[in-house]
């Protein structure tokens, strides 16, 4: 018959594992997210700093800084909006607070950040001034 002693460390076994698992991913900076951001629209165009012309079809990216439980900060895409033949894009999508925003075109990315979201959640008119792609190497 086993004592009570073995009996208590059979049960232990699988909770000291189970907290040794979760000590390793939050000291990692495992990400374990905690929010359900709401859903936000963002719309405006994507125009050529130099010429103040539209810039057709652009892909914009946001990036939101993410609420997790760890040591570090972790960002990722959260949503991805293409600019059409005049430059215009339109978006509504779960974002959290802090929302970086990247315009890539002609292999160039710029990178932004958004204003703080109204209590409508939606941001009109975010109009972003992109420069020209680089110049080619001579041949």
């Not at 390793?24 to 165009?45: D, E, V």
């Not at 607070?97 to 292999?107: K, L, M, R, S, W």
Request: hydrophobic residues 40%; positive net charge.
């Amino acid at each position: 018959m086993p004592t009570s002693t073995s009996h208590t460390a059979t049960l232990m076994k699988p909770l000291l594992l189970a907290a040794a698992f979760a000590a390793i991913l939050f000291a990692s900076g495992c990400m374990i997210y905690t929010q359900n951001p709401p859903k936000r629209t963002i719309s405006g165009q994507v125009i050529n700093a130099r010429t103040g012309q539209p810039v057709p079809f652009a892909v914009l990216w946001f990036y939101s800084e993410r609420a997790h439980i760890g040591f570090s900060t972790n960002f990722g895409i959260d949503a991805t909006a293409y600019a059409d033949k005049n430059g215009r894009y339109m978006l509504t999508e779960r974002l959290n607070d802090h929302v970086t925003v990247v315009v890539f075109h002609n292999g160039v990315t710029q990178q932004f950040t958004l204003p703080d979201f109204p209590l409508t959640n939606t941001l009109n008119n975010m109009d972003w001034r992109v420069q020209d792609a680089p110049a080619q190497p001579a041949k």
